[in-house]
């Protein structure tokens, strides 16, 4: 069953509470951060509003960064992207792709939100919605999350007017629902993410080609492997017949004529 995120940004108070639980419950490195809690000025003067962007992973199910990794390390379950970063070779084509900026290199391969994946097979809930003080963050089936997100975003449409969910039907539909108090642009969301000319190329073309030569080069590393395996055996086996050369019986005369 298909998992979703709900992310009211009417409800969220900048606490960055969730960027700690985040950083902590995953035990990231030092520098790494799934949740970035962005301070942002837009509007020319006087007409100038402030606030702060929420950014984290969208959870596409057109996800570029599914489409262009060639090992499999990026791959959709649950309604939800997640990330293997053992198969990750660190090619950052993900880096590249993605419509909202959202994977990192760090240690040499990806790294975004994977949804807390042990946490939620393990029947828990992800960290940063335990942490949320506000009520801003909700997860669930994505049936109950488009429910309550589109009854958010009907209550505070006598507040904010242009309020609205977003993720329904961009980038092929989100596993983060959010409840928006105005229209994606003035929030510096994209209203229509697009995936580069570049990732469909990647997909129909390059991509095959570089899986097949990943594969060549795993073929390649075997065959050297069987190679080394039998000329080290050719090397003992001479060892061996040399040894017993020295030790038989023209050894045994020469040791006779000698005594």
Not at 46 to 73: L, Q
Not at 121 to 128: D, L
């Amino acid at each position: 069953m298909s998992q979703a995120f709900l992310l009211d940004l009417t409800q969220c108070i900048g606490c960055t509470g969730c960027v700690v639980a985040c950083k902590t419950g995953n035990e990231l490195a030092e520098g790494t951060s799934y949740i970035e809690i962005r301070n942002r000025e837009r509007g020319t003067f006087p007409d100038v509003t402030a606030g702060f962007d929420n950014h984290r992973c969208y959870h596409c199910t057109d996800a570029a960064c599914v489409k262009v990794c060639p090992t499999g390390a990026l791959f959709q379950e649950d309604g939800l992207t997640r990330v293997n970063s053992d198969a990750c070779i660190g090619c950052q084509y993900c880096v590249q792709a993605c419509p909202y900026d959202v994977p990192r290199m760090a240690d040499g391969v990806s790294t975004k939100c994977d949804g807390c994946r042990d946490v939620t097979r393990a029947g828990g809930t992800p960290w940063c919605v335990q942490t949320c003080p506000s009520d801003a963050l909700q997860y669930g089936t994505r049936q109950e999350i488009a429910a309550e997100a589109h009854r958010r975003a009907s209550v505070m449409r006598e507040k904010y007017p242009n309020a609205q969910v977003y993720g329904e039907s961009q980038a092929g539909g989100l596993g983060m629902l959010v409840v928006l108090p105005d229209d994606p642009q003035a929030l510096g969301i994209p209203a229509d993410p697009v995936i580069p000319t570049v990732t469909e190329a990647w997909q129909d073309f390059a991509q095959p080609i570089g899986v097949g030569a990943i594969a060549l080069t795993t073929v390649g590393a075997g065959i050297a492997a069987v190679i080394a395996r039998r000329n080290r055996l050719a090397e003992e086996q001479a060892h061996a017949t040399a040894d017993a050369t020295a030790t038989g019986p023209a050894a045994d005369h020469d040791d006779e004529e000698r005594s």
